[in-house]
């Protein structure tokens, strides 16, 4: 019975784990593009500020 238990246990952890990770995914599918915006013009700004 305790074996069956721990055994229920571990599944559960690994569906929490795969639910943070597609939750994860997710997020940087949507969000992915804004930060690579974001960087870019710190990026630029830094390389501006650099040749002045």
């Known amino acids: 019975m305790k074996r069956r ?19 994860v995914f997710a997020a940087l599918l949507i969000l992915g593009p804004v930060l690579g915006n974001v960087f870019s013009n710190i990026n630029s700004s830094v390389a501006g500020a650099s040749i002045h």
Do not use: K, P, T
Request: glycine share 10%; charged share 10%.
């Open 5 to 23: 238990l721990r055994g229920q246990g571990l599944v559960e952890y690994a569906l929490i784990i795969v639910l943070v990770a597609i939750v």
